[in-house]
């Protein structure tokens, strides 16, 4: 059932374009999720527009995802704008990506993930940085997201975060060829360098290329 919260505005406002204050988590559902804006402490704020870029990125990484799902359904791949609706720190998130295992303890409905995610991943634009570094980074920490992906195509850099055993997050390298794996995701290996590419891989490729994971070795 979902959470109502109403909240004064905090004291320090988030990062992002402020469009509402002292908004209750049902306002926000019914009038701003399906429209791109996020909700903490009662603020509403407004995601930008995706630049073509952006969204090709996020379009990749999906299809990523999806056809390891295929192949090894362990889980759901859902992308903005699905709410991530974290009531423990009230904050209710729409990442770009987001994996929710099979295990995951909380509860995926019509409209919510209610709990956090086990991967979080959130593609850099302009005008995302202090609250893609910033707040979000903090948030999904304190949530307990397992991992979280910050997607930088501005500097062309990945920041591969995992929860350590105090709750911490460490920040996990690709390996020397530039592939990251996860242990959420056993056989996946994410090469990062082709997200930098002018042309990335279409859908076809990306199953081949996603197939071969799971036949090697």
Sequence with gaps: MMTVLTIPAPAVLPAGEIVAVNVSAEEYMAAYAET????????????????????RIIKYLQHVLDAYMALNPVGSVLTAPFVM??????RFREP???????????????????GPADIC???????????????????????????????????????FNRLDAAGIYAAISPDDTGHYRTPLLPKLAVHVPTLWQADLPDFFAIGQAVQAMFNAE
Aim: glycine share 4%.
């Design 96 to 114: 770009d990506v987001q994996v929710i295992l099979n295990t995951n303890p909380g509860q995926l409905t019509d409209t919510a993930m209610i």
């Design 85 to 90: 609706q974290l009531d423990a720190i009230a």
């Design 121 to 159: 991943i959130e593609v850099v634009s302009a005008e995302s940085v202090a609250r893609d570094y910033g707040d979000k980074f903090a948030e999904y920490e304190k949530a307990g997201v397992r991992e979280y992906w910050v997607v930088d195509p501005i500097r062309q850099r990945c920041q």
């Design 36 to 55: 791109f804006h996020e909700w903490a402490e009662g603020v509403v704020i407004k995601m930008s527009p995706e630049s073509l870029r952006h969204a």
